[in-house]
């Protein structure tokens, strides 16, 4: 960790990251369509762009968007609820193939409009026509929609998005009560081939040759580490929209979405604690169908081409053996008050209370003798912030704990081979009292 | 792709029985006849490949006789029917260079590693994992297993791995539990099977391999490629096939398929399947306790996996393919066609599962079948109304065949058109005239086909 945040902090992102924290992920962004008296109606385009890269690369990519909006990577993440009939018409405005959009998970779908290919129907740019798709969302979860058009190639060229269909309860992935979340993020696993790119760039499509796949970029949500950390929206990404810091107060149930949105396989590696993952390719992992019985405890998704998986991540800094606030002597003055619900967490902060007021166990080391990183607040304790020597520290406002979320494949931890970059994001563990999402909070 | 009603795997389990089975103590045993022997597989793209494969034997003579029929990649099916405990595959190789054996990973034999001569140092290497038939040899090795485990296995060669199943070397073998279902659970039945095998080519590899014995050539393991560890398949295979183009039928609505998954390549492929889910009941041959409901599963180099699809009421194309996106062969990966620079690939690890019923049972679904109630395979439509030529003699299209479309059917005749090649055999000709006076005053069709 260390020499990743001097890296950062040579970069001089540290300025651009002051500015986008707190507040700056709210729930997963993405768009719920239009009322259209059925269901809802979404109007795509697909169109071209080039995107930059922290290595200072541009890189040219398709990609999905809303129409009247730039062209985004990866596409607008489809936010429906379950049961509500789905209309997408696409558009293609200047992809030199035709296009489309297949939906695995999703039953019926039809499609009319364009012309036949291989799969469904496809738009052309020089016909301009538009191809509508219809299904029903008829089951809760994480899906995924790329092209059905020479997948090899417009997969790689960045033709692929998530959906995320709603259960119909409030905050609860699917309909299982044990699914129940607080917080959500979702991470959409990708990778890019500049080879392929270059050759789509330069007119050469006839030359490209898909047998053969030599990534050196990998993306979380199309953005490279570490772009990852910078907000939703960020105006100097015009084309890559979402941001993949995650952040949380202890106690909370985060539910985490991913996708493989690629064509290679990613370990994501979730430091600080296990997460429960209740969920394939938005079906409950269930021997009954009702109850997620087969969930699995695990610190790495396996995240597969396509594949979507959702999980339970938590944290509380239970029978860590010390406060994670800090002792009342220490300066940090708090309660620990477990009355309702007695679970053996403070009602408000979520303290464990049976660590509470409990002295680190180790003799911290003086300043002089550490090194430090940019995320360190100058304090072990949650909330804390203590004096560090010029130039460290910085990245962390709040006081909080940082958890470095990403590809266990440690290459994929590099922009064109230098490090740190890819596929790589941090878990801040927010203290109880900071704002994470204004409208969340 | 293989495809195959109970009905007819079970007849012709029973049949080869009684042709090959002999008598093992009180059971039966299951006896199949394998020559190892050299090919070629000519791709899509007219590459001639060289290739190393297992060709079946009609009997021990045959065997013996080197094999009438040439080698197959996959190999031939091998299936061991239900209540029959002993497997024997006889093999004989004919004329391949190195020595072969057949394992099958999963199933309990005993194995007789084979060592390569000391080294300087005294050191061995394992050279086979059991004993080999090498062409040398005056008679076929055999191969038993005597406890056959119901499930989906690979069998292969168990020597120098690394090249012979790449080669060539490699085929299904099942059983199942029970007629008409894979493992122990009544939850593992079906109504149809199907067997997708997926592997790969790279041809520089098969090249040198197969100048083993040429001179000035680079030769696989010496003058050439040093191992596979810079294998680069260009081809992409299902059941032997690079341009699955083809369209199976995966059965009828609401009744469930055996989809039982093969990876003999050396990659991993991720089959996903897009319109519905699958219920993944087995892993090498192995029952889960609970299915699980994907869309997409991973099937890893060598591994087996079995999952049932259950289609939904009404017709339907489902696309089956590989999310590591091998979906194009090499040369030539893109084929320009059409406006606006539109390109097509020639298909690759590409399964499109077709549901419907099939009245005539000519293999044309009955939702895209011109003529339902006509065997028609090839669909001739030459006035593209709807109405297959097979059952359309109405050659004004005013709805009836009546003496209106006599003047039309010699005009057509004479000129030799394909409007009146009722008889689908490419060509007008006086076998079309019994099908005129069959449908006259009649309408044309029934057709499948809504327009």
Sequence with gaps: ?441 | MKIKSTKTALASAIALSLVSATFSSSLFAQDYYLCAKQGTKTMSDTTVIPMWGFALATDAVDQAAGCAAAITVPGPALTVPVGDNVLNIHVKNIDLPEAVSVIIPGQHAPMTPVMSAPDAQGRQRVISFTHVASMTDASASTYTWSSMQPGTYAYQSGSHPAVQVQMGLYGAVTKDAAAGQAYASASTAYDSEMTVIYSEIDPVLHTQVANIGTPNEPKYGSTGMTSTIDYNPQYFLVNGDDSSTGTPIAGAPLQTSLIRFINMGLETHIPTLHGDDMAIIAEDGHAYTNARNQYSVMVAAGQTRDVLFTPPAGPGDYPLFDRMLNLTNKTPPFVTAGANGVLTSPGSLVTVLQVGTNADTDNVLDHKDNCLLEVNPAQMDTDKDGFGNACDADLNNDGIVNTQDIPLFITAFQANSQLVDLNEDGVANTGDIPELIRMFFTEPGPTGISN
């Design chain 1, 1 to 441: 960790m260390y020499s990743l945040s001097k890296v950062f902090k040579r970069a001089s992102l540290i300025v651009l990251f002051l500015g986008c924290t707190p507040g700056a992920n709210a729930a997963i962004q993405g768009v719920t369509g239009t009322p259209d008296g059925t269901g809802v109606t979404f109007n795509l385009t697909t169109s071209t762009s080039n995107i930059p890269t922290p290595d200072g690369n541009s890189v040219r990519m398709w990609g999905y968007g809303v129409a009247g909006s730039p062209m985004q990577y990866p596409g607008p993440t489809l936010i429906i609820d379950q049961g509500t009939q789905v209309t997408v018409n696409l558009t293609n405005t200047n992809i030199p193939m035709k296009v489309s959009m297949l939906f695995p998970g999703q039953e019926g779908v039809s499609a009319t409009g364009g012309t036949a290919g291989q799969f469904t129907q496809e738009s052309s740019s020089v016909l301009g026509d538009t191809v509508t798709y219809t299904f029903t969302a008829a089951n809760p979860g994480t899906y995924t929609y790329y092209s059905g058009t020479q997948p090899g190639l417009q997969i790689e060229m960045g033709l692929m998005g998530a959906i995320i269909v709603r259960s119909g309860t409030a905050d609860q992935a699917y309909n299982d009560p044990s699914t129940q979340y607080d917080r959500e993020y979702l991470f959409v696993l990708s990778e890019v081939d500049p080879k392929v790119h270059q050759d789509v760039e330069f007119g050469l499509l006839p030359m490209i040759n898909n047998t053969v796949s030599h990534s050196t970029f990998w993306f979380m949500n199309g953005r490279l580490g570490p772009d990852t950390f910078f907000p939703d929206n960020s105006s100097f990404l015009p084309n890559q929209p979402y941001g993949s810091l995650a952040q949380m107060h202890p106690g909370e149930r985060v539910l985490i979405r991913v996708v493989g949105g690629g064509r290679e396989g990613h370990p994501l590696h979730l430091h600080g604690n296990n997460i429960n993952v209740f969920a394939r390719d938005g079906r409950l992992m269930s021997s009954n169908g009702v109850s997620a019985d087969l969930a699995v405890s695990d610190y790495t998704i396996q995240a597969l081409p396509g594949a979507t998986y959702d999980g339970i991540w938590e944290w509380t800094g239970e029978q860590l053996g010390w406060d994670i606030y800090g002792t009342n002597a220490g300066g940090q003055t708090h309660d620990c008050n477990d009355v309702a619900p007695v679970d053996g967490f403070d009602d408000v902060t979520s303290e464990y209370c049976a660590d509470h007021d409990v002295e680190i166990p180790v003799v911290l080391p003086e300043k002089q003798e550490t090194a430090f990183g940019g995320f360190y607040s100058g304090s072990p304790f949650l909330g804390a912030l203590s004096d560090l020597p010029p130039g460290e520290g910085g990245l962390n406002l709040n006081g909080g704990l940082f958890f470095m979320w990403h590809s266990h494949n440690e290459r994929e931890l590099t922009n064109d081979d230098i490090y740190p970059g890819g596929m790589m994001t941090m878990m801040i563990i927010e203290p109880h009292s900071a704002v994470i999402d204004p409208g969340n909070p």
